[in-house]
């Protein structure tokens, strides 16, 4: 039971570690467009990134399989920005297209990557697959804890104070790119 607790915490604290902020904005910009009525397609693509973001974990630690640091640390700011896009757009986007799910468990695994070689070394050989499924329990909780947050927020600012949806969804996303912009700036590998 400490194993699961402390995996899960670990996981949790990783979505939410304001050291980097990455799941953080990926998380708001997928979340953003979205009220309490589409609450099951936005929980599931959620869980969709943490599917993503395990199996590049598992693959890290079981195949060795890892991508250069340099360029996962430049496309996770990349990720962020491609999301930003849809809300920048003023057209009402179909979200319901099979596109998005698709692209969120690529992020995901492009997330994942990032961590793996941590996750690698803290990782012991005979608990791994317990371990990663506790941590991926914390990463599944700190993201719907975001959604929620995310939710409740936009529904304050939409129904409230009466602020538009394009324009919230416009404000949300130029902070949000503002953010990815500066850290691929940051962590461009060129």
Known sequence: METIWFYAQ???KHVLDFQGLDHFYFIIAL??????????KLLLWVSIFTLGHTLSLFGNYYFELSLPTEWIEFLIPV?????????????????KTIFIPIITLVFGLIHGFGFGR?????????EALYQLFSFALGVEAAQIAIVLGVLIISFFALNVLKTN????DLIIGA????????????????
């Not at 990720?79 to 979200?95: A, D, F, G, W, Y």
């Not at 941590?118 to 005979?126: G, R, T, V």
């Open 31 to 40: 979340a953003i467009p979205f009220g309490f009525r589409e609450f099951k």
């Open 79 to 95: 990720t962020i920005t491609l999301s930003c896009i849809p809300l920048l757009i003023t057209q009402e986007i179909n979200h």
């Open 118 to 126: 941590y996750f690698s070394l803290i990782a012991s050989e005979d």
């Open 10 to 12: 670990l996981g949790f």
């Open 175 to 190: 902070m949000i790119l503002s953010q990815a912009i500066l850290m691929m700036v940051e962590k461009n590998p060129l």
């Open 165 to 168: 949806k394009s324009k919230w």
